[in-house]
């Protein structure tokens, strides 16, 4: 059973940088597409698409509103898949959730990336605090 676990959340200010870690566990990350979701502060909102990454062609795709400040990237040997997160903003604020399925097409157009499958697993997200 793959397992997710996100760190590297925390407080910014605006202008700074932060790097989450996707941690997996419990199956080959080179089988699964891997994809970065964010969920907005308030009530029902939606997790949206950030960015992912597909494990067939190892291609990255961003939203438009990240594209040249965010960067995902993988490590199959350490099981690991990044997202360095430059010059943010506070509407980058949200809770971070990685998803990951063998069955996930990692598609971004404009500001909108395809959302996980419902056989994803996630993980239980890293908090993002973009203020002055």
């Known amino acids: 059973q793959l397992k997710l676990v996100e760190s590297g959340g925390g407080l910014a200010q605006p202008g700074g940088s932060l790097r989450l870690s996707c941690a997996t566990s419990g199956g080959n990350l080179d089988e699964y597409g891997i994809g970065w979701f964010r969920q907005a502060p308030g009530m029902d909102r939606d997790r949206e698409g950030i960015s992912c990454i597909s494990h067939q062609s190892g291609y990255p795709f961003q939203k438009e509103s990240v594209r040249g400040r965010f960067a995902i990237s993988r490590d199959n040997a350490k099981n690991t898949v990044y997202l360095q997160m430059n010059n943010l903003k506070v509407e980058d604020t949200g809770v971070y959730y990685c998803?990951?399925?063998?069955?996930?097409?990692?598609?971004?157009?404009?500001?909108?990336?395809?959302?996980?499958?419902?056989?994803?697993?996630w993980g239980q997200g890293t908090q993002v605090t973009v203020a002055s």
């Open positions: 998803a990951a399925s063998p069955f996930f097409v990692c598609y971004c157009s404009g500001d909108e990336c395809n959302a996980a499958p419902p056989s994803a697993v």
